[in-house]
């Protein structure tokens, strides 16, 4: 693991360097002193996130690197990968993945900085933390220490490393991207055990680094005696805590690896650390230690193609990275940072060019102000894990959260606190009130037609009785027939379970052994319906909700069918409109996940609408049944956890019309019926969606994926056996094949992100397949010859790999 981080804890006032251009001959001068980076004269703040170009693919870099910047990132940091690049020695491979150039390039292209940490030991998860295997059998040697051997193939190495930077004008002081590389990695871990061959290495290897004459400064992480000039630099989750600063009053305070989660190993579950925690770390690193460089570890994680990676780790990577594994924003970190990053650059002027003094409000509360000649920007901070804090700054008073830091970029106005998230996280709840038959006024001695009794004003029905119970009888068994079309049942105000009938067969029973109290028990039972009936004669006449009640003990069945029931229509919530602006503010709303669960809860927040003009959809993977709201209009009914005979939901994206949003506090509310999770809900663009099928007739399952961007779903298909191969491709809901942009039955090569056409072809394959799938929402081509009238290349096994576009 790494990162770059600079920090300062001198804080001495420095005199603003001038100049623009000091590099000469369209380079950049990249130097240092207490306090920062400072590029062509200019002080630097900056913020700069791992992604290890060999972790994913060139065609995915672009995307990466634009959200990385959008992110607030100035610098991209990578590893460089030595086993990948000279597999043999003397043989090398900079093609596709490895391709560190056309990498760096990417970044320049998006005006990024980089930094290049060459290792070339770079632990990192990675396979023999990067060193070729052969170095093992190279005579004598003795990795990482001061032993000839290792020290000749290093510098070999590190030498062809650098030179290509130089030979493609990538370091900083050619006008490339580079502003700051790294030699070595963490070795003051294990630097005692190498005695005396240790502190002579650590000197060879910032003599070999600064001879290579880069022109811009190198760091060593974990390293607390990094010789002169080089940059010691911080690694770990708290630096703002535990780093004990730079080893001269010369050089900044850096943090190479701030991790924003950790790297998982089979067998154990994914350590997650909170957006709050890594904000509230930043930000101390960036005020107490005068931090003016923060890398996040990692900002995308990736994959460890092949068998890449280190012992035991995970193929997924840093999955719960601000980018996930597969590119998309991981919310709320993603947002959250981006919030902390815009606005500590509002503090610059004062952040660099001023003085810091630091007080003490009490023991757990202290603030960091960097007081300018003119401005002033101040960091309150609340050390009490548990409590909320007054305290009172510039005759000002300010709530902090518990463990936080309110930044202020004028010394006067809040404009990020690290506790408080802003987004679509932001959750409150409402459980909806479980009635019981005391208070209802609508009665009947009888069970009620459900479409008869809510004349069609609410999806809801409420069937409510109440019963003596005898104690003596044990064993109960809560048994309901329903004509349709979905079963809450609640006792005495606890969920007792659900059920629900399909399409083609509505009706359905539910049996629950349940709990019941020595007394009078309240049996409240929620009928749903999932829309009304719209085909067939006599429509009139059609029937739903409950049919049967009884339960049955060990030793009586009682029969409730005939009994004295009491009739809720509705929701409390809907009668109060609590999704629309005025309804959702009489009503108390508590702080998401305050209380036990209860199915029948509104979940409510508030979000930003998607910048851009594309098709807005909500993403309700992690819900279960209901309905949602955006400012007051229903979106529709939603039911993810009805799952297809595949296992996954018929539809999880809901779309939401940009005309129903405003730029800004958009109001979402949900009712949610069953048990939802209302922080994994994201709210996404859909651009033109692409599908792609790839089928061999070779063993292979088919893998048929779709991807949009900015979502995040794979379908996955297993090949029944028996059956010939087919690909079949489908377009989320509402949407048409438009366009096939690639369609080939032989050999193509690649796969569905990069193809081509391979020696074998039909040239009959674009033809075959538009026709049958143009203007429909899915097709299934089979993969025979017969269908594509002949068989371009007898006895080659083929392949069919179609590439479509939805719109
Ligand atoms: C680079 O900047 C430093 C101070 O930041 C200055 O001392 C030095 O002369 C500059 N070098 C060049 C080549 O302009
Ligand atoms: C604030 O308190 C800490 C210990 O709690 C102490 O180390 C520090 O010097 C104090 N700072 C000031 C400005 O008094
Ligand atoms: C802190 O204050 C907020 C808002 O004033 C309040 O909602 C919260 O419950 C308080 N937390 C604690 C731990 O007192
Ligand atoms: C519908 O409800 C009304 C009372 O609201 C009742 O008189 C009528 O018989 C019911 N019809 C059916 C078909 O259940
Ligand atoms: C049943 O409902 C009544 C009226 O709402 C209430 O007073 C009573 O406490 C409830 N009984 C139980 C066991 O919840
Ligand atoms: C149930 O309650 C009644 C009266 O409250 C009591 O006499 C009886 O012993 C109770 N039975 C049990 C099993 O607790
Ligand atoms: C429901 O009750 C009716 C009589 O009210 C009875 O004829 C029918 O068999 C019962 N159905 C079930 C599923 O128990
Ligand atoms: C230097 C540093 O902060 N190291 C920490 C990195 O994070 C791990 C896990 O939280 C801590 O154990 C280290 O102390």
């Not at 991207?177 to 005692?192: C, D, F, R």
């Not at 022109?215 to 805590?241: F, L, S, T």
């Not at 539809?651 to 940009?658: E, F, L, V």
Request: proline content about 6%; overall charge neutral; aromatic content about 12%.
């Amino acid at each position: 693991m790494g990162q770059c981080q600079l920090l300062c804890l001198f804080g001495l006032l420095l005199t603003t360097i001038g100049g623009s251009d000091g590099g000469g001959g369209g380079g950049n001068n990249v130097t240092y002193d207490g306090r920062s980076l400072i590029i062509n004269g200019h002080r630097k703040i900056l913020f700069s996130g791992s992604i290890h170009y060999p972790r994913s693919t060139p065609q995915m870099w672009p995307r990466l690197i634009a959200k990385a910047k959008e992110g607030g990132l100035d610098v991209v940091q990578t590893l460089v990968f030595w086993n990948l690049h000279e597999p043999q020695p003397g043989q090398f491979d900079f093609s596709g993945r490895r391709d560190l150039v056309r990498f760096i390039k990417e970044v320049q292209a998006q005006g990024l900085y980089v930094c290049l940490r060459i290792g070339p030991f770079i632990e990192g998860e990675w396979g023999y933390g990067g060193l070729p295997f052969w170095l093992h059998d190279v005579p004598g040697i003795v990795f990482r220490s001061d032993n000839e051997p290792f020290k000749f193939h290093m510098k070999r190495y590190a030498t062809m490393i650098v030179n290509m930077m130089k030979a493609a004008r990538l370091y900083a002081s050619q006008g490339g991207p580079i502003i700051l590389s790294q030699i070595e990695n963490e070795y003051g871990m294990v630097e005692h055990s190498f005695l005396e061959k240790g502190p002579p290495y650590v000197r060879w290897a910032a003599k070999l680094a600064v001879d290579l004459q880069t022109g811009v400064p190198w760091v060593m992480c974990k390293q607390d005696d990094a010789p002169d000039p080089v940059i010691n630099a911080c690694n770990g989750r708290q630096c703002g805590e535990t780093f004990a600063g730079p080893n001269s009053p010369d050089k900044p305070a850096i943090w190479t690896e701030n991790w924003t989660s950790f790297y998982q190993v089979y067998g154990d579950e994914a350590r997650i650390r909170s957006a709050e925690d890594i904000a509230y770390h930043v930000a101390l690193f960036i005020a107490k230690m005068k931090g003016s460089y923060v890398n996040y570890y990692m900002y995308h994680g990736g994959t460890n193609f092949g068998r890449t990676a280190s012992a035991y780790v995970l193929t997924g990577y840093y999955d719960q990275a601000p980018l996930d594994e597969y590119g998309l924003l991981r919310q709320p970190k993603w947002g959250h940072l981006k919030e902390l990053h815009s606005a500590v650059k509002l503090c610059l002027k004062p952040m660099l060019s001023g003085v810091l003094v630091s007080m003490n409000f009490s023991k757990l509360q202290e603030a960091f102000i960097f007081q300018g000649s003119s401005e002033c920007a101040a960091f309150l901070v609340n050390k009490d894990k548990r409590n909320n804090a007054t305290v009172y700054f510039s005759n000002l008073m300010y709530e902090l959260p518990p463990l936080s830091i309110s930044i202020l970029p004028d010394c006067k106005t809040v404009a990020f606190n690290t506790a408080k998230l802003d987004s679509v996280e932001q959750w409150e709840e409402y459980k909806e009130a479980i009635p019981t038959y005391d208070e209802t006024s609508l009665r009947a001695n009888f069970l009620l037609e459900q479409m008869n009794t809510t004349k069609d004003a609410s999806d809801y029905l409420w069937y409510n009785f109440r019963f003596k119970h005898d104690p003596s009888d044990s064993e109960s068994v809560l048994k309901v027939s329903s004509l349709g079309h979905v079963l809450h049942a609640f006792i005495n105000g606890e969920f007792v379970g659900s059920a629900h009938g399909k399409h083609s067969d509505k009706s359905f029973t539910l049996e629950k052994m349940v709990h019941l109290i020595n007394g009078t028990n309240n049996v409240s039972l929620l009928s749903v319906m999932v829309g009304l009936p719209d085909s067939g004669a006599y429509l009139e006449r059609r029937v739903a909700g409950l049919r049967n009640v009884s339960i049955q003990g060990a030793k009586e069945l009682k029969d409730f069918s005939s009994f004295s029931w009491g009739y809720q229509v509705g929701l409390l919530g809907e009668k109060l409109q609590i999704f629309t602006d005025y309804g959702s503010r009489i009503v108390p709303w508590s702080r998401y996940g305050s209380s036990t669960h209860q199915p029948l809860t509104w979940y409510k927040t508030v979000f930003d609408a998607p910048t851009g003009s594309d098709p807005v959809a909500i993403n309700l993977i992690s819900m279960g049944k209901g309905e949602a709201w955006v400012n007051g209009q229903s979106i529709g009914r939603y039911w993810v956890s009805f799952l297809t005979p595949q296992g996954t939901p018929s539809q999880s994206w809901y779309h939401i019309p940009r005309s129903f949003l405003k730029p800004t506090g958009n109001l979402l509310v949900l009712l949610e019926e069953e048990n939802g999770y209302p922080p994994g809900i994201s709210i996404d663009t859909v651009s033109v969606t692409t599908l792609c099928g790839h089928v061999s007739d070779s063993h292979l399952p088919p893998v048929i994926s779709w991807r949009s961007q900015n979502q995040r779903t794979l379908k996955t298909h297993k090949r029944i056996p028996g059956r010939r191969p087919k690909v079949q491709i489908r377009c989320p809901s509402g949407r048409k094949i438009s366009k096939i942009l690639f369609a080939s039955y032989g050999n193509p090569n690649g796969n569905c992100e990069n193809y081509a056409i391979g020696s074998c072809h039909s040239s009959n394959s674009r033809a075959i397949v538009e026709k049958a799938c143009l203007g429909k929402r899915s097709c299934t081509v089979p993969v025979w010859t017969e269908k594509f009238y002949g068989d371009p290349c007898p006895g080659i096994p083929k392949a069919l790999l179609v590439d479509a576009q939805c719109t």
